[in-house]
């Protein structure tokens, strides 16, 4: 599924974002930036050693990276130029501003990207395998996110939705559809 919005392409892909033909493609990582299961997981296996030499640099640097925020490696041997890694809340029913702090990895997701000139991404399903966010809410705030940062920012030409597994892909083409987007 592919749409035109403002000078921004949205397209929707049910697949493995490492395989994505993106600049840039998001890694929804844990605090240590040292890899783990999932999305995380799967991009630093794809990518190689390059990119984990980059996350313990940035360790060494700031410590790792809190939950909302995002920090850029190199893509490795990925089809992309950069990852950018964000740290999505743990789900605690809506108790710990989860849905602020999911809203806050999208925002600085594409504030990074637009200081890198990165021009497409590729966004994985944030929060939503073991940090147990709920599917519906997760992507309400992402695609929310996403509109309200184009509309106002033309410097990505191409955002792809990249969701690995069937529920999230039905939940976004239902959203897509529903909102114009």
Known sequence: MRKEYNP???????????KSEVD??????????????????????AGGSEILEQCKQIRARQGGCAVGEAVITTAGKLNSKYVIHTIGPVWNDGKNNEEEKLQSCYINILELACKHNIRSIAFPNISTGI???PKIVAAQIALKS?????ELHSAIDRIQFVCFDEENYQIYQKMLEESGM
């Open 24 to 45: 840039c493609i998001v890694n929804a990582a844990n605090t240590s930036l040292l890899g783990g299961g999932g999305v995380d997981g799967a991009i630093h296996r």
């Open 131 to 133: 940090y147990r966010f």
């Open 8 to 18: 921004t392409s949205i397209e929707l892909i049910h697949g493995d974002i490492t």
């Open 146 to 150: 996403v509109k309200n940062y184009i």
